[in-house]
């Protein structure tokens, strides 16, 4: 089956979080897109979009909305929006997948692509986030990713103005606190810029998302990187803070880096033991922390700060006292799906079967990172 596209249009990347927002598109891909790590928008330009084109496809949007009630009500179904109608849409009306599939979970929050919203003009922001809730009321949350140095293009008045018209939350990809590494990684950003406008963003009553790279200092800057990066997070204290871990693209130019020899990325293991020291570091926080992300080694390492400190420490550490051979099994049945989190090693049906990758792997002559190392690329 060939896939129709939708009447409107819709950007490549989202925060893992917002899989079931609606994804609208105010610009096309990063006004930056310097950063050395970043394969997203390498090859493209960026753009803004017109208030009418955005405004055009919000109509797009609530003209679909009602397709999409119709075929329900002619299904049996009453205009409720249950597997059975996703399921004809994407059978018949693939046009209508994203709308139905947003519809299907609740339609109540909306994620605004690309990658810094924030640089259309205020009033023009403003129109659209108002266009939207009227169009769909029952909308409770709607968020962007901007970045620091546009944040602070905008005064906390402004920012408020967004808010009063309905944007809730702003994330960031700070990536590091450390002066060095955002240099080194062309970021454009220092660390204190990241800390005003962090400030700014929870001064106009905005609810803030603060993304970390976690590896991204390598071998020679992951001391820096880690406290460095607890320092401003601590001075921000946003309401949430979320971790990725570092997968160096081969299209990028610190792919080059590292061919060159300019760049060491660190072990699975070092990772563990540099995201042991950030979260050591932080303090005074209040913040929710996230590891949400598909490369994450540990993805349980979530929760409330301060209160849930004691447990995220304790599980680092556990896997940072395993043997060799038992961190070697976690990773790679965290990286082949089996394992999840470190106590899903006393399965022993998920045990049995990473421990029958395990023996393969080493009878195939591969070295578990090399076999690893082939697997995250998969994901990357
Ligand atoms: S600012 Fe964000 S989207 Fe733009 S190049 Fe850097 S990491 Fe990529």
Redesign the pocket.
């Known amino acids: 089956m060939v896939l129709s596209k939708p009447a409107f249009e819709q950007g490549p990347i989202r925060p893992p979080n917002e899989a079931n927002s609606l994804l609208l598109r105010l610009t096309r891909n990063?006004p930056?897109?310097?950063?050395l790590f970043?394969p997203?928008?390498k090859t493209k330009k960026f753009s803004r979009r017109s208030a009418d084109e955005v405004k055009q496809d919000i109509f797009s949007i609530a003209e679909d909305k009602e397709k999409i009630k119709e075929i329900s009500k002619q299904e049996g179904h009453g205009g409720t929006i249950n597997r059975a109608v996703v399921a004809r849409i994407h059978s018949d009306y693939p046009e209508l997948l994203p709308v139905a599939f947003w519809q299907y979970h609740g339609g109540e929050t909306v994620f605004l692509q690309d990658?810094d919203s924030l640089q259309l003009p205020v009033d023009q922001l403003r129109e659209i986030l108002l266009l939207l809730k009227e169009k769909f009321p029952e909308i409770k949350r709607i968020t962007t990713y901007a970045?620091s140095r546009t944040i602070l293009r905008r005064s906390v008045e402004e920012l408020s103005r967004l808010k009063e018209a309905g944007l809730n939350r702003v994330h960031v990809?700070m990536e590091s606190g450390s002066d060095a590494v955002l240099e080194y990684m062309k970021?454009g950003v220092t660390g204190d810029q990241h800390l005003e406008a962090g400030q700014r963003i929870k001064e106009a009553g905005l609810s803030l998302s603060e993304y970390v790279l976690l590896g991204l200092g390598g071998k020679n800057l992951w001391r820096e990187h880690a406290l460095e990066t607890a320092k401003v997070l601590n001075a921000i204290n946003p309401h949430f803070i979320r971790f990725r871990t570092l997968a160096i693209h081969s299209n990028t130019p610190l792919a080059e880096e590292v061919e060159k020899g300019n760049f060491k990325p660190l072990h699975d293991d070092d990772v563990i033991r540099e995201e042991d020291l950030l979260i050591d570091s932080l303090d005074g926080i209040t913040s929710y922390l996230y590891s949400d992300h598909i490369l994450n080694l540990l993805e349980e390492i979530s929760g409330r700060f301060p209160e849930e400190k004691p447990r995220i420490k304790k599980t680092l550490e556990r896997y940072l006292s395993f043997p060799q051979r038992k961190k070697e099994l976690f990773r790679l049945g965290r990286r082949t799906g089996y394992f999840r989190t470190l106590t899903d090693m006393d399965n022993p049906s998920l045990k049995e079967a990473v421990e029958d990758i395990y023996r393969q792997v080493k009878n195939s002559g591969y070295s578990v990172d090399d076999y690893i190392t082939r697997l995250l690329r998969r994901f990357i």
């Open positions: 990063c930056w897109n310097r950063c970043c997203v928008y990658g970045r990809g970021k």
